[in-house]
C-alpha cells in the first residue's frame, strides 16, 4: 500500500493508494489533544496518524514552503512530518504545496480532486474527510503522474 499524507498540527488528511494509482480510501485524522502545545502536541498528532495505518510499502508526504505563514505555525507542521517521517519503515518521497499544485486555492484544489476521481474512488474517501484528506488524495495522485 501507498500512503499519501497532507500533515498537520490539529489534523492529517491520509489518502491510501494501490501500487497502481488507485485510490483505496482517504479520511481525515484529528489530533485528540487539541489543547496540547508544542511536542506533545506533535507526538499527539503522530501517534493518531501511525494508529491509522498499516506498514506502507511508499509514504508520500507534504512538507512546508515558505509561504508567508506565522513561522512558529509552520515550524510546527514541518515538525510534525518530520516525526511522521522519522518513523517511517519505508521509502519516503516528500513535496512541498508549491510543487504539487502551485499556487492554486484549496477550494480549487478539491474541486479538481473530486472532478477526476472515478464514482468508485469518490465513494471510499470518509464522509467526514476535511480538505487535509482531499490534499492527501492530490499529493498521491500527483506522484503517480510523475
Known amino acids: 500500500m501507498i500512503i499519501a499524507i497532507d500533515a498537520g498540527v490539529r489534523k492529517c488528511g491520509l489518502a491510501f ?6 485510490l ?18 506533535w ?4 501517534d493518531a496518524v501511525y494508529s ?6 511508499l509514504l508520500i508526504i507534504e512538507t512546508m514552503q515558505n509561504d508567508g505563514r506565522v513561522i512558529t505555525d509552520a515550524l510546527d507542521v514541518q515538525l510534525v512530518a518530520g ?4 518513523r517511517a519503515a519505508c521509502t519516503v518521497i516528500t513535496y512541498t504545496p508549491r510543487v504539487w499544485k502551485g499556487q492554486v486555492p484549496k477550494s480549487a484544489t478539491m474541486a479538481r480532486i473530486k472532478r477526476d476521481l472515478t464514482p468508485e474512488e469518490l465513494a471510499r474517501i470518509d464522509d467526514k474527510a476535511t480538505h487535509d484528506a ?11 503522474s510523475n
Open 17 to 22: 493508494f494501490s501500487p497502481g494509482g488507485e
Open 24 to 41: 483505496l480510501g482517504a479520511l481525515t485524522v484529528k489530533n485528540p489533544e487539541q489543547t496540547l502545545k508544542g511536542v506533545a502536541a
Open 43 to 46: 507526538r499527539a498528532m503522530v
Open 52 to 57: 491509522s495505518i498499516m506498514a506502507p510499502e
Open 83 to 86: 516525526i511522521i517521517i522519522g
Open 134 to 144: 482531499y490534499d492527501a488524495i492530490g499529493i498521491g495522485r500527483f506522484y503517480f
